[in-house]
Nanobody, 124 residues
Framework: QVQLVESGGGLVQAGGSLRLSCAAS????????MGWFRQAPGKEREFVAAISWSGGHTYYADSVKGRFTISKDNAKNTVYLQMNSLKPEDTAVYYC?????????????????WGQGTQVTVSS
């Protein structure tokens, strides 16, 4: 079993920054890819970013490319999402997830453990 706990969400003005953290416990995630997804009210959960097990490969949704950065600290069993130049359309609950394998994926069903989510609200 893996427990994932996100933190770092909050209310920020447009143009601001936030850094989300996802701490894993119960089992090391160093050998697995990790991802961030988000879900806005009335919308389906969507892919945001993913990182390979080693951190050597990263992937981003087009909507966040150039503004968000995913990183992974295997020693701390933690994944981060640095979000810069935030826009009101980034408002959502952000979820951290552990992939089933080592390769970063962009599809929900490629992930087997999910955190409870952290709210990010960007005001205009």
């Amino acid at each position: 079993q893996v427990q994932l706990v996100e933190s770092g969400g909050g209310l920020v003005q447009a143009g601001g920054s936030l850094r989300l953290s996802c701490a894993a416990s119960g089992r090391t995630v160093s050998n697995y890819a990790m991802g961030w997804f988000r879900q806005a009210p009335g919308k389906e959960r969507e892919f945001v970013a993913a990182i390979s097990w080693s951190g050597g490969h990263t992937y981003y949704a087009d909507s966040v490319k150039g503004r968000f950065t995913i990183s992974k600290d295997n020693a701390k069993n933690t994944v981060y999402l640095q979000m810069n130049s935030l826009k009101p359309e980034d408002t959502a609950v952000y979820y951290c997830a552990k992939a089933r394998g080592q390769i970063a994926r962009m599809i929900n069903y490629e992930y087997d453990y999910w955190g409870q989510g952290t709210q990010v609200t960007v005001s205009s």
